[in-house]
């Protein structure tokens, strides 16, 4: 047997990454030998190398580990967390599944991984299903499914437990035509602040917090951008665009403004006042949610992919988008309005 492939039957053998860091150089590294080779992989602080190596020394040792490992409920969710950041998710994506996992322990009550069954899994969905919408309860179930293949890969769970998604019913997606949006913005064209919200909505998809949080740093008018922060996400786009014709009327709002103020409305919006508004529009049961929908359905009803709108909604599924935000209604009709019926009759 030659010198070389003795020292490869060597590192083979040596499975215990190890953590280090290079001189004059920023940042750690986890190191391992793999089929003979040296690896390392680079990572920003000691915490994630230190992770990562616990990670690879895992998969290096697979043969080793065999049965599943009890392991404390808050530990295995600072472990997934830290999973997250080493695959580089960004801390939105990362802020919803956490916020999952803690409905699950707050509704469970798991203390360790072994608190995590079938009977378990089943009790949250139906403890969490009186609390939500169906539509927001397969959101939790996608993030739960998601943790639960990451849990049964490292050993902390068996393998074999299984959450559905529940069925939701199709309901009708109220949106404004373009005409219902016109006579929407005549009937509130006594009330500037009011009519510039209801514009932002119908141009942006911005919810109503959203748009109360905008401040007049956030216009870029050089670039027609808009800077928004998506509250219930925790989500932020620095560069939404605006149509020039939104971003004049913002600039002759702007223009009136006093100086010092920061936000872009100073009032706050009053129910009352909305009330009496779409009741003079002819639409009593408007909801101010519901120009966000008609946002997605005029994108829609104009060719726009679902992808793009849905990256504009920031939601996290197209499904979502689709099923919930968009009504295609009109979109069919002009479907089937392309058939050559003409030429046939």
Same mark, same amino acid.
């Given at each position: 047997? %030659?010198?070389?492939? $003795?020292?490869?039957?060597?590192? /083979?053998?040596?499975?215990?990454?190890?953590?280090? #860091?290079?001189?004059?150089?920023?940042?750690?590294?986890?190191?391992?030998?793999?089929?003979?080779?040296?690896?390392?992989?680079?990572?920003?602080?000691?915490?994630?190398?230190?992770?990562? #190596?616990?990670?690879?020394?895992?998969? =290096?040792?697979?043969?080793?580990?065999?049965?599943?490992?009890?392991?404390?409920? #808050?530990?295995?969710?600072?472990?997934?967390?830290?999973?997250?950041?080493?695959? +580089?998710?960004?801390?939105?994506?990362?802020?919803?599944?956490?916020?999952?996992?803690?409905?699950?322990?707050?509704?469970?009550?798991?203390?360790?991984?072994? !608190?995590?069954?079938?009977?378990?899994? /089943?009790?949250? *969905?139906? /403890?969490?299903?009186?609390?939500?919408? $169906?539509?927001?309860?397969?959101?939790?179930?996608?993030?739960?499914?998601? &943790?639960?293949?990451?849990?049964?890969?490292? $050993? &902390?769970?068996?393998?074999?437990?299984?959450?559905?998604?529940?069925?939701?019913?199709?309901? @009708?997606?109220?949106?404004?035509?373009?005409?219902?949006?016109?006579?929407?913005?005549?009937?509130?064209?006594?009330?500037?602040?009011?009519?510039?919200?209801?514009?932002?909505?119908?141009?942006? +998809?911005?919810? #109503?917090?959203?748009?109360?949080?905008?401040?007049?740093?956030? *216009?870029?008018?050089?670039?027609?951008?808009?800077?928004?922060?998506?509250?219930?996400?925790?989500?932020?786009? @620095?560069?939404?665009? *605006?149509?020039?014709?939104?971003?004049?009327?913002?600039?002759?709002?702007?223009?009136?403004?006093? /100086? !010092?103020?920061? =936000?872009?409305?100073?009032?706050?919006?009053?129910?009352?006042?909305?009330?009496?508004?779409?009741?003079?529009? !002819?639409? @009593?049961?408007?909801?101010?949610?519901?120009?966000?929908?008609?946002?997605?359905?005029?994108?829609?009803?104009?060719?726009?992919?679902?992808?793009?709108?849905?990256?504009?909604?920031?939601?996290?599924?197209?499904?979502? %988008?689709?099923?919930?935000?968009?009504?295609?209604?009109?979109?069919?009709?002009?479907?089937?309005?392309?058939?050559?019926?003409?030429?046939?009759?």
């Amino acid at each position: 047997m %030659t010198s070389a492939v $003795r020292t490869a039957d060597t590192m /083979d053998t040596m499975r215990k990454p190890w953590v280090y #860091r290079r001189k004059g150089i920023k940042g750690w590294w986890t190191g391992w030998y793999e089929s003979g080779k040296r690896k390392a992989k680079a990572f920003p602080n000691k915490n994630l190398a230190e992770h990562f #190596r616990h990670i690879k020394y895992t998969q =290096l040792n697979s043969d080793v580990f065999t049965s599943i490992v009890n392991f404390d409920w #808050r530990e295995i969710v600072e472990e997934y967390r830290r999973v997250k950041q080493v695959e +580089g998710l960004k801390e939105a994506s990362i802020y919803e599944a956490l916020l999952t996992l803690g409905h699950f322990e707050r509704l469970v009550g798991p203390d360790s991984s072994k !608190g995590i069954t079938q009977n378990t899994l /089943d009790q949250f *969905i139906l /403890d969490r299903g009186q609390e939500v919408s $169906r539509n927001t309860l397969n959101k939790d179930i996608r993030n739960l499914t998601a &943790f639960l293949n990451w849990a049964v890969r490292n $050993r &902390f769970v068996a393998p074999g437990l299984e959450i559905k998604k529940v069925r939701v019913d199709q309901k @009708p997606v109220t949106a404004l035509s373009p005409g219902e949006v016109y006579h929407l913005l005549m009937a509130v064209s006594e009330c500037p602040t009011l009519r510039l919200r209801v514009l932002l909505a119908v141009t942006t +998809g911005l919810r #109503r917090g959203d748009i109360e949080a905008i401040s007049v740093d956030d *216009i870029h008018f050089d670039r027609n951008t808009i800077a928004t922060r998506n509250r219930k996400a925790r989500k932020a786009m @620095p560069e939404r665009p *605006i149509p020039e014709e939104i971003m004049t009327e913002l600039s002759n709002y702007v223009a009136t403004l006093p /100086d !010092g103020q920061e =936000l872009l409305f100073a009032d706050r919006f009053s129910a009352k006042r909305w009330t009496k508004i779409r009741c003079k529009a !002819g639409l @009593p049961d408007l909801k101010f949610h519901d120009l966000r929908k008609t946002f997605a359905s005029l994108l829609a009803q104009r060719g726009v992919s679902t992808a793009v709108t849905q990256r504009l909604l920031e939601h996290s599924s197209p499904q979502l %988008t689709n099923d919930v935000y968009t009504n295609v209604d009109p979109v069919l009709r002009q479907a089937i309005n392309l058939l050559p019926v003409a030429e046939w009759l």
